[in-house]
């Protein structure tokens, strides 16, 4: 969070404008550019986009804003992210009726953008709240390895500027799917393999145990219910997969987790998958 230059804000009709708000108290801590976007291809919001960059303004925010629109609204988003540089996209997530068949554009942003995606699902204060960091220590690869560090990382400087509590979640497979015989095998064989990395973690983060959250099921379920649980303000997750979110999230289940997840959601993804996004947009 330390070093975003530049914010992108993708308004719309919602009310109240989530994602402004929270871009405002971001930029206020980070001292970040906000660039504010209105993605309509049908009305003139030059009267609206004027009277918002005056009112920030005149708040002491550097600010600048258009209105574009690019065949879809989540590659209007990725176009004005990349020709702006700006390296946080902010967007208030609406979810999708549940007859949908269709991927919707927030799913499509998550995964195509290139820049982390902030998806902001509420108004609760986010300063002396709780940041939750979803992790999974079961890969050892490197690129989850990478993102996993980043995942801590962004989620440790986000409670550090809102003076808020860090915690960590990660859930692991069930014995029933990870052991011949699982009547015979006891938690902490299962998380024998992983102690000497959580350890590692909570040394360099000094996370107390109370804030190390370890649950055995399917992360879809286990991330969402501890950030019920805490009520975390915001939960941190991430992508190493082309096609979907995984690494924090096991598989392509991120529809699910964010669609459960009554925090707002902070979508991050390793350098690798960012260069070849930006490849593909070329």
Known sequence: MYDIGRLLVVLGAEHPPLALNRARLIAQATGAHLHLLVCDRHHDRSA????????????GYSVSGEQ??????????????????CDLVIKQHVPDGALNVLTPPDWQLLRQCPAPVLMVRHARRWREGRVLAAVDVGNA?????????????????????AQAELHLVSAHPLPALSAPAPQFQRRDQLLEPYKAHYQSLQ?????????????????????????SQLGAA???????????????????????????????????KTAQISEHLIAALR
């Open 203 to 227: 040394d360099h983060f000094d996370i107390p145990d109370e804030r190390l959250h370890i649950a055995d099921g399917p992360a879809d379920v286990i991330i969402p219910l501890v950030a």
């Open 48 to 59: 609206l986009l004027a009277g918002l960059k005056a009112g920030l303004a005149d708040e």
């Open 68 to 85: 574009a629109w690019d065949q879809t609204l989540q590659r209007t988003v990725i176009l004005v992210q990349q020709a702006e540089g």
């Open 141 to 161: 690869d490197g690129q989850h390895r990478e993102l996993q560090d980043q995942i801590i990382d962004q989620a440790f400087q986000i409670a550090e500027l």
């Open 234 to 268: 915001v939960t941190v997750i991430g992508t190493v997969a082309r096609t979907g979110i995984a690494g924090a999230v096991i598989g392509n289940t991120a529809e699910a987790v964010l669609d459960r997840l009554e925090s707002d959601v902070l979508v991050l």
